[in-house]
């Protein structure tokens, strides 16, 4: 159980357009996911916390109008990137937390590169 | 915040034991997590420690000192397919989302 799902696994795009990631819990209902970034060799960055139904919440430093989070259902979240640059390519990784437990259960991951 | 830190990267020979160190700096602990990541791949989990002592999972056990912040991962038994980043990470300061450590990369080499 507690299986987590993120589509695409790998996007390549132009610079200055928008991509979109999917993040899905398939067996249980996450109310918080969240997402992560991950450059070469470093560990994961917290990017925001997406909770269903309201806004998200955005660590320091993260552009919320470049990084738009949707949590729409208790087992979707997205992380559409506007307007990416090369400097945005990475690794986002979501991840779903289980109410009431602290383990979270990661997404296999979304590498994107902007060319 | 969270201050985590273990090293940066170790090398093993296959069949043998690796300990892998993390120590921490948090007020209000409230857990630990180690994770598996192998290049190209999102974490996996591995174990999750709240109270001290030693929590053994297969050829992986845990370890958790508290009043140290301190924690190891050991690995018994080492393959191949152990090579990978390890990363320690945290719960603390009150909030329920735990901070990652910069991982250790693991070499097992026949």
């Known amino acids: 159980g507690a299986v987590v799902s993120q589509h695409p696994s790998r996007v390549i795009c132009k610079s200055g357009t928008s991509v979109k990631i999917e993040c899905r819990s398939l067996?249980?209902?996450?109310?918080?996911m969240f997402w992560y970034r991950q450059f070469p060799k470093q560990s994961l960055m917290l990017m925001a916390t997406?909770?269903?139904?309201?806004?998200?919440?955005?660590e320091q430093g993260v552009e919320k109008d470049k990084f738009l989070i949707n949590h729409a259902s208790l087992t979707l979240s997205t992380l559409t990137v506007t307007s990416a640059h090369p400097e945005d390519s990475s690794f986002y990784i979501c991840?779903?937390?289980?109410?009431?437990?602290?383990?979270?259960?990661f997404g296999p991951g979304t590498r994107l590169t902007v060319l | 915040g969270q201050n985590i830190d273990q090293p940066t990267e170790m090398t093993a020979t296959e069949g043998a034991i690796v300990q892998i160190n993390c120590t921490y700096q948090?007020?209000?602990?409230?857990?630990l997590f180690w994770y598996q990541q192998h290049a190209g791949e999102a974490p996996t989990f591995l174990s999750y420690?709240?109270?001290?002592g030693l929590e053994e999972k297969g050829r992986f056990s845990s370890f958790l000192s508290r009043s140290k912040g301190y924690s190891y991962l050991l690995l018994k038994e080492l393959q191949m397919k152990d090579s990978a980043s390890y990363l320690c990470?945290?719960?603390?300061?009150?909030?329920?989302?735990?901070?990652f450590g910069r991982g250790t990369s693991l070499i097992v080499h026949p």
């Open positions: 991840s779903a937390r289980i109410e009431r437990r602290n383990e979270q259960f």
């Open positions: 067996d249980f209902q996450a109310t918080t």
């Open positions: 997406s909770n269903e139904g309201s806004k998200a919440t955005y």
């Open positions: 948090t007020s209000g602990f409230n857990g």
């Open positions: 420690n709240v109270l001290d």
């Open positions: 990470a945290v719960i603390g300061g009150g909030s329920y989302i735990p901070t």
